[in-house]
């Protein structure tokens, strides 16, 4: 069995065990490997975000979260397929990271079968791009408090610097992501400048979530127009 395959039967070893915990032991005689290889597969799974975690004592283990996971999923080889061109997409966009990791969930929980069709035609997928096209430039870094703010509907606490490279420090009101093909902006309330504005992400220097919780405001993300494009909805048909 390979790598790929083992990432599989492991999360579903677990799913079939849970709530029980499974020992790294049991589960290398399971699988024919050491237990070393079976605690590396386990940490690859929780850093891509599998719900796995570990029960310490005698009876102690792995477990996966049930309610967190997928069942094995009835989505074709094109449909995976898809996902992967998607991604590439998204290069230099905040999602990237988590599209991929995404996309890892998925195919960790798909039907072998499937799972060995969608690798074979992806490999005769081909993207053509410009040969005298300039690097794309990686995208921003979104720090990990700028998203929870934006979920929880927490002010932000930015250092930020302007096209003159200037630093200040405002706080802000989140209200969401503006993006295209050159920039990324998080749209927030600007306590500073008491409007609305966008922020280029990799201009955010640093970024802490206060406690206070932001106001809603009723704010047209349509009317920004200091970004010079239009802004337009992204489509939830295309996400749900």
Known sequence: MNRTDRLYALVEEL??????????????RRFEVS????????????????????EPGRSGGYVLDRERTLPPLTITPAEATA?????????????????????HKVL????????????????????????????????????????????????????YADAAGRITARDVEPLGFLGGEEHWYLAAWCRLRDAPRGFRLDRVRAATALDERAPHRA??????????????????????
């Open 15 to 28: 799913r079939a065990a849970a709530p029980r915990p499974r020992s790294a032991r049991a589960l290398a």
């Open 35 to 54: 237990v070393r290889t079976i605690e590396r597969d386990l940490a690859a799974l929780q850093q891509s975000g599998v719900p796995i975690h570990a």
């Open 83 to 103: 996902l992967a061109v998607g991604l590439h997409a998204l290069a230099g966009t905040p999602f990237a990271a988590d599209a991929r990791s995404a996309l």
């Open 108 to 159: 960790a929980v798909m039907p072998e079968r499937e799972r060995r069709a969608a690798a074979e035609l992806t490999e005769r997928v081909r993207l053509l791009v410009p040969a005298a096209r300039p690097e794309r430039p990686a995208g921003p870094v979104v720090p990990g408090a700028l998203r929870e703010a934006l979920t929880a509907g927490r002010v932000l606490r930015l250092e």
């Open 219 to 240: 704010v047209d993300l349509a009317a920004l127009d200091t970004l010079g494009s239009d802004v337009v909805p992204l489509d939830a048909a295309t996400v749900m």
